[in-house]
């Protein structure tokens, strides 16, 4: 396949660099119009806050990957910062390979990251209104999506938290059966605190309270959330109500006692207490864990499981090879069979203008009541030699595992005959 | 004879195939293997299909259903046990515990499987109808115990795992805590009211039946006991608010017990409660 593909990503560069070749929607409109205009016949680029990836079919004469690693910075105007070295360029089935990666979420930054494939299918979208999408890259835009779609029902790469605050949810899960019906308290303001409640919120938690010791904070968080403010004095009252606790307060010495928790369970009737300590020191005392139904977690603990999950995705990554590996092998056999129609096209036509040049040329030899005959006899000279190669192509065009072996039949014949370019620009136009 | 050449085909046939079944759940829960998980379901139902059909054809050809012995008994507990958790499956739809629960129905199986012996000829009390209640009370009962007990030690090794914050393959695969715990709960209650009717249908009819009918019988002990842990488990739960590790622990302990009636007691200790 004549694609190539060149792109700056987390393991190329860093991010202020990284950050100067990022594209809005409209500078990648912008540059696709001039991409499609004389460089390639169909294109696509992805830009996301890891990486800016450009795929083009049908480079033009002379475009290869140091030339157009230049026009994609010109673009850009970022000269100063970016230079070549920090692109990667691959050509045909190594661009495909790499596409599909970043589909898997391999590529990521954080393995099995399923935010990439619909930045992809955004990217893609941008190309049709672009009016640079074409049957090849339509076609490789479905396996890339297949590939995408794949990974995430045949393995379990995008399974499990990977970030502090879903590890928190994540652990809500293992404990609650329906967060529904469940309700959690934020202490204290903090990002990590913030989000977690915001997950918790995405997961259908019942209520949220908040506490703050500067209660307009709370007042403010709770109304953006939609939960109610807790004075942040009565605390250890509202853990007699609540499921959940997240705690991130800035505060020397334990926020919560042991002997408050004990008393507070056996008001609660020992329904289990989900504790998420975030605070760096500490905000509960540690002591807490060891009375039954109490469940908590700090910093570590949380860590632990995103190491574990981290893991336990790249456990995965055989299977995900595997996967690629069979949609390339797919793609390849499709594109394959595109060449092998014209090739056989052309082939078949070849042999005809010769043969009808040769009889025209000595036809006058012939007596008229032969000429008939001549044309029939050369004809069939001519389809007995085409038989045996057209029918080998065609089996190869029409899929089996030889689509490698396919390939080297097509560029030979096409070599040996002299057939210029390739049999599917003939076909298209 | 080819009728019982078949049961006891069937009888050998019968543990291979829990085996293989449990071997599928094992993989699916420890491995991760789509087409697995896909085909568990399938295989589950057909070994229930298969064990029932060999439950029957030993009805027909003993002309008696397998509830006179011990082994015939531990047979249609298997069943049973696998129904209840079909249902389990069906309704909740996590499939991740059925290694643990299809075990206990292997262990079952193949204790049946190995000791059962054909009887022709049993005594005329073993074809009443109150006979049939009581054997099928206890049975729900001993069902419903052993799965609350499975999910018990699984809420265990759940809890464990969490408190510890050393997460494994136990933190991955099993549902939740709170819905381990409900199952375990659940099926306890059931379990002891079912247990109540076979009590109460034994000691009323029993003595009517058996001449060396004794209060005093080990059998009725142990489960007069059994029946007591259960009783105290749930005033504990109703009354002192206890919840999670404790009473799933009771679960289990009470558990036990069944067990030790059902096999030393049963088999070395009854004087009457055996029929042959």
Known sequence: ?429 | MSGSLAVELLAVLMPVLYAVLVLLYGLAFFGTYPAVERVKARVLFAVIVAHLAYLALRTAVFDHPPITSLFEIMSVLAVSIAIGYAYIEVRTRTGTTGFFILLLALAFQTASSLFVKDSPQIPAYLHSYVLGFHVSAALLGYTAISLSAVYGLLYLLLYREMKSTRFGVIYARLPNLEMLETMSDNAVVFGFIALTVAIVIGILWLPRVFQEYSYWDPKLIGTIVIWLLYAAGLAAKKILGWQGRKTMIIALVAFGFVFLSMTVINLYLSSFHRFH
């Open chain 1, 1 to 429: 396949m004549d694609l190539l593909s060149i792109g700056i990503s987390h393991h190329t560069a860093p991010l202020e660099v990284r950050e100067r070749m990022w594209f809005s929607h409209e500078e990648i409109a912008g540059a696709l119009t001039r991409l499609k205009d004389g460089l390639f016949r169909e294109c696509v680029l992805v830009s996301t806050c890891n990486r800016t990836e450009l795929y083009g079919i049908g480079p033009a004469q002379g475009i290869d990957g140091t030339s157009l690693t230049k026009l994609l910075i010109d673009v850009k105007g970022a000269g100063g910062t970016v230079r070549a070295e920090h692109f990667h360029s691959v050509e045909s089935g190594g661009a495909i390979n790499h596409l599909f990666k970043v589909a898997a979420g391999i590529d990521s930054m954080v393995i099995g990251d399923i935010q990439i494939l619909n930045q992809l299918k955004e990217a893609f979208a941008l190309a049709k209104e672009a009016d640079t999408m074409g049957p090849v890259l339509n076609r490789l835009m479905q396996a890339t999506l297949h590939v995408g779609k794949r990974v995430r029902t045949e393995t379990s790469i995008c399974e499990g938290a990977v970030s502090v605050s879903y590890a928190a949810v994540e652990l809500a899960n293992k404990i609650f059966a329906d967060l529904g019906k469940k309700s959690a308290l934020l202490i204290g303001a903090g990002e990590t605190g913030e989000l977690t409640l915001k997950h918790l919120l995405g997961k259908g938690i019942g209520h949220v309270k908040i506490a703050n010791r500067t209660r307009a904070k709370a007042e403010a968080l709770a109304d953006a959330m939609g939960g109610t403010v807790v004075d942040y004095d009565a605390i250890v009252d509202a853990l007699r109500s609540v499921d959940i606790i997240i705690s991130s307060v800035n505060s020397p010495s334990y926020v919560v006692q042991p002997e408050e928790v004990q008393q507070v369970m056996k008001q609660r009737w020992n329904n289990p207490l989900f504790i998420i300590d975030i605070g760096v020191p500490r905000n509960v005392n540690p002591a807490a864990r060891k009375i039954d139904n109490v469940f908590l977690y700090d910093m570590d603990a949380l860590g632990a499981i995103v190491d574990m999950n981290l893991e336990r995705r790249k456990t995965e990554i055989p299977k995900v090879t595997r996967i690629i590996r069979e949609e390339l092998a797919g793609l390849l056999r499709w594109h394959n069979s595109l060449e092998v129609g014209p090739t056989i096209q052309e082939f078949r036509e070849t042999l005809e203008t010769i043969r009808s040049q040769e009889v025209g040329k000595h036809v006058n030899r012939f007596r008229p009541e032969d000429r008939e005959l001549l044309d029939l006899v050369t004809k069939r000279i001519v389809n007995k030699i085409l038989h045996h190669p057209t029918t080998v192509l065609k089996q190869g065009g029409e899929g089996n595992d030889h689509s490698n072996e396919s390939i080297l039949r097509v560029k030979t014949l096409r070599e040996l005959f002299g057939f210029s370019g390739n049999g599917r620009d003939r076909h298209e136009d």
